[in-house]
T-cell receptor
Framework: KAGVTQTPRYLIKTRGQQVTLSCSPI?????VSWYQQTPGQGLQFLFE???????NKGNFPGRFSGRQFSNSRSEMNVSTLELGDSALYLC?????????????FGPGTRLLVL | AQSVTQPDIHITVSEGASLELRCNYS??????LFWYVQSPGQGLQLLLK??????LVQGIKGFEAEFKRSQSSFNLRKPSVHWSDAAEYFC?????????????FGGGTRVLVKP
C-alpha cells in the first residue's frame, strides 16, 4: 500500500496570508490526525478527523482549522499566518482511530512564514 | 492528562556500542506506548509499540523496549548501534476516552553516532 502523502512538501508564505495543506491517508484508513512540530514546542497535536467529523482538537487558536472529505483525504488551513506558525506539519492516518492503532505518518509539509 | 518525559536531549554513542534512550510517562490507566524515529527532513517511523502482554517488546532495526509499570518507564535499547541510527527518537503515549485518541510525545532525544 502507498503510504501517507502530504502536499506540498515545502511552502513559503508571508505574515497575514492563509495556507492550505493536504493529506492523503493510507488506503482504507478513516482517521487522520494532524501534528505541528517546532524546535521550541516539539510535536503537538492539532486535531483528528474521522468519517468527515472532527473528533478531537488540540490547544491551538481558531486560526487553525481542518476538514475531511468522504474519501478520507484531509486538509488543514491556517489563516492570518504568524511567524510562529513556521513549522513542520505532519499528518498521520490509522484505520479507525482507536488508541491502540499505530499512527502512520507522512513526510510532512514544511511551512516557512516570512 | 497524559505526559511523556525524555530526560536526555542529546546522546552521543560510538558505532558498535549499545544505546539506551529513556522515557517516562504519566497516565492514569494502562498506557499505549510507542517509539518513533525521525531522520532529518523526514516524517516519523514507528520502531515499536506496547499495548499489553510481554513487557519486553521487539521492534524494527534491532530495537527493543521494556515497559516497567512500577517505574512508569518505557526505555528503548539497541545492543549495537550503526551509523544509520543517527536520528531523533520520540517516545509517545496514546490515550483513549475523554483525553481523545491522540498521541502525546516526549521532547525527543537526538542520537549522534561517532565512527
Amino acid at each position: 500500500k502507498a503510504g501517507v502523502t502530504q502536499t506540498p512538501r515545502y511552502l513559503i508564505k508571508t505574515r497575514g496570508q492563509q495556507v492550505t495543506l493536504s493529506c492523503s491517508p493510507i488506503s482504507g484508513h478513516r482517521s487522520v490526525s494532524w501534528y505541528q512540530q517546532t524546535p521550541g514546542q516539539g510535536l503537538q497535536f492539532l486535531f483528528e478527523y474521522f468519517s468527515e467529523t472532527q473528533r478531537n482538537k488540540g490547544n491551538f487558536p481558531g486560526r487553525f482549522s481542518g476538514r475531511q472529505f468522504s474519501n478520507s483525504r484531509s486538509e488543514m488551513n491556517v489563516s492570518t499566518l504568524e511567524l510562529g506558525d513556521s513549522a513542520l506539519y505532519l499528518c498521520a492516518s490509522r484505520p479507525t482511530g482507536t488508541a491502540s492503532e499505530t499512527q502512520y505518518f507522512g513526510p510532512g509539509t514544511r511551512l516557512l512564514v516570512l | 492528562a497524559q505526559s511523556v518525559t525524555q530526560p536526555d536531549i542529546h546522546i552521543t554513542v560510538s558505532e558498535g556500542a549499545s544505546l539506551e534512550l529513556r522515557c517516562n510517562y504519566s497516565y492514569g490507566a494502562t498506557p499505549y506506548l510507542f517509539w518513533y524515529v525521525q531522520s532529518p527532513g523526514q516524517g516519523l517511523q514507528l520502531l515499536l509499540k506496547y499495548f499489553s502482554g510481554d513487557t519486553l517488546v521487539q521492534g524494527i532495526k534491532g530495537f527493543e523496549a521494556e515497559f516497567k509499570r512500577s517505574q512508569s518507564s518505557f526505555n528503548l535499547r539497541k545492543p549495537s548501534v550503526h551509523w544509520s541510527d543517527a536520528a531523533e527518537y520520540f517516545c509517545a503515549v496514546g490515550a483513549q476516552g475523554a483525553a481523545g485518541n491522540k498521541l502525546t510525545f516526549g521532547g525527543g532525544t537526538r542520537v549522534l553516532v561517532k565512527p
